[in-house]
């Protein structure tokens, strides 16, 4: 191509590679999709619209790290070209794509051959709507909403389509609204939607493709089968939708289609039960998880993803200390190693190895590698990013971690957890503004929980509107009374000064739990502000029991009257934060 610039929404080509600015993707040939962080893609982007130009770092700071963006730039920008660099293959010293030039900037030097409007017809991203129920039992809601989730996983494995998870998939359940308006909010082209029934040792499932777009229907089919080869006909649905919008399968991908097993039908009941629970995301229902899951596995040992799912609620049951941790993580970390000795492919087991060594060994290391497979795995696990999100955030690397955080919410951008997660993550990197925006955005989608509220008080004690912040922790503590949200309000009353209040929370914590080790996170948080040598006492506790809340202690702002002290130093060496 001749001209000197083209569109920013044009899906441009290069060697062997294709970069999709709208979905945001580069793609290697047949269709792999690249992990690759927001800042290097939003290089290549600017560099790809004017090659041959020298493209200043000046210009590459305007563009892309805001003026009020806490991040040393000229470190952001190095790293930013090194990984792209490594993503494309390329060498600073005899460079392919992008060449150096010392203190002036970049400019690309290779041959972008195609550019193509991406005004297509072709679909590029689906949501599945939650199927419908034909049985009409109650109780087997959890089949279709497990059947529901079973498919957008399958769908999710082809790097070329991008697939709405499941939170904001199961947004729309028994909603009955125009497909146009839905695939708006959702910024997808198709919709997938259909039903379900389940009837003895059978299940049948018809489904439909409509192009949102048009209203066109571009295919439809039922399938009717015994339940025991419910695996393959997840699969075949999937690879059938794939064929029919005509994405690039690359060969990997079509292997994990493709692999399937038998599953008895009691232990498939039993995981689809276990998720139905775990996505529920309460304590009592995390542990009715749990147990779903431990009878999955005495039915059949061999199933991976019950093993899987086990590791998941155990983990997740410990950091939200409803569980401690010893018996939480490292029965996650056995079931989660279990289920990889089983399938080595499975990215949720991985990620939950990740989130464990994380949040119980404090193994920074060894958890970035986890978290890091299971991506390459599957680049669209949106807990798979959040949670690797997380871990690079603690150990300092805020530009990576907040780009992993947006990427989990592209995928699953009605998510009450991953928009509080962002959210939160914004506070602890001292964007407070940020996250007060964020903080807005999760409470009016979610106006009946107390995690938008939270961040939100939080934030604002950050800036010293305490009135404003007081207010919203007591009304995150009126939508339910956990550890986090009473922390939280004893936080904002001892940074406002009002110690006696503060106090008469922290009362109120340790009465709350049965386990002093559980709140001791907690009680240190709110004595920061009030006893340093209280603030201390909890904080040793909370170490010795390895309180998964410990690995955001480096981070986390509510701590930073301590950070003074030689004692917070010494903790976090033995935290063993990266440095």
């Keep these: 191509m001749g001209e000197k610039s083209r569109s920013p929404h044009s899906v441009v080509r290069f060697a062997c590679f294709e970069l999709d600015p709208g979905a945001g993707e580069l793609r290697k040939e047949g269709g792999r999709c690249i992990r690759l962080q927001e800042q290097p893609l939003q290089i290549l982007r600017i560099l790809l619209e004017r090659p041959g130009e020298i493209i200043t770092r000046d210009e590459l700071r305007h563009k892309i790290w805001p003026a009020d963006t806490f991040v040393d730039f000229d470190h952001g920008i190095n790293n930013a070209i090194k990984r792209l660099r490594e993503a494309l293959g390329d060498t600073a010293e005899t460079p392919s794509y992008i060449e150096t030039l010392p203190r002036r900037g970049y400019r690309f030097v290779g041959q972008p051959k195609v550019a193509i409007q991406v005004t297509t017809n072709r679909i590029q991203s689906l949501a599945v709507l939650p199927l419908e129920n034909l049985s009409r039992d109650p109780d ?193 970390k056995e079931a989660a190693k279990r289920a990889l000795s089983i399938d080595p492919t499975l990215a949720e087991a991985y990620a939950s190895l990740g989130f464990s060594l994380m949040h119980h060994d404090f193994d920074f290391s060894g958890a970035e590698r986890s978290l890091r497979k299971a991506l390459e795995i599957n680049p669209r696990y949106a807990t798979g990013a959040q949670w690797c999100g997380i871990l690079l955030c603690c150990t300092g690397r805020y530009e990576e971690g907040l780009s992993e955080l947006r990427h989990a919410l592209r995928l699953d951008p009605l998510s009450l957890i991953f928009g509080w997660t962002y959210a939160h993550f914004l506070f602890f990197a001292g964007r407070y503004d940020d996250a007060i925006e964020e903080g807005r955005k999760v409470l009016a989608l979610h106006p009946s929980s107390g995690f938008g509220r939270q961040v939100l008080g939080i934030s604002w004690a950050a800036k010293g509107v305490h009135d404003q912040a007081i207010s919203e922790l007591m009304e995150a503590g009126l939508c339910g009374k956990i550890p986090n949200f009473l922390g939280s309000l004893g936080f904002g009353y001892a940074v406002a000064g009002k110690s006696k209040e503060a106090l008469a929370v922290a009362k109120e914590l340790l009465e709350f739990s049965h386990n002093p080790y559980q709140i001791a996170y907690w009680m240190a948080m709110i004595y920061a502000n009030l006893d340093s040598d209280e603030a201390y006492g909890w904080l040793e506790k909370a170490h010795s029991e390895r309180g998964p809340q410990m690995a955001y202690l480096n981070i986390d702002r509510r701590f930073d009257r301590l950070r003074p002290d030689p004692r917070f130093d010494d903790l976090l060496r033995r935290m063993n934060f990266p440095p």
């Design 140 to 332: 087997q809601e959890f089949f279709a909403d497990g059947m529901t989730e079973a498919l957008i996983t399958n769908l999710a494995k082809i790097s070329a389509l991008h697939v709405v998870s499941r939170t904001s998939a199961m947004y729309y359940k028994g909603v009955h609204r125009p497909l146009r308006e839905i695939a708006r909010e959702l910024q997808v082209d198709g919709i997938v939607e259909g039903t379900v029934m389940r009837s003895g040792p059978r299940v049948r499932i018809s489904a439909q493709l409509i192009d949102a777009r048009t209203d066109a229907h571009l295919w439809a089919e039922t399938y009717d089968r015994d339940l025991r080869d419910v695996l393959e006909l997840q699969s075949e649905v999937a690879r059938a939708i794939a064929s029919e919008v005509q994405v690039k399968v690359s060969p990997l991908e079509q292997t994990q289609l493709t692999r399937t097993r038998s599953v008895d039908p009691g232990a498939y009941e039993a995981y689809l039960a276990g998720r139905y629970y775990w996505n529920k995301r309460t304590g009592e229902s995390m542990k009715q998880g749990l147990e779903y899951f431990h009878k999955a596995i005495e039915i059949d040992p061999t199933y991976a993803a019950a093993h899987a799912g086990l590791a998941d609620s155990a983990a997740v049951l410990g950091w939200w200390n409803f569980a401690t941790a010893e018996q939480s993580f490292v029965r996650a």
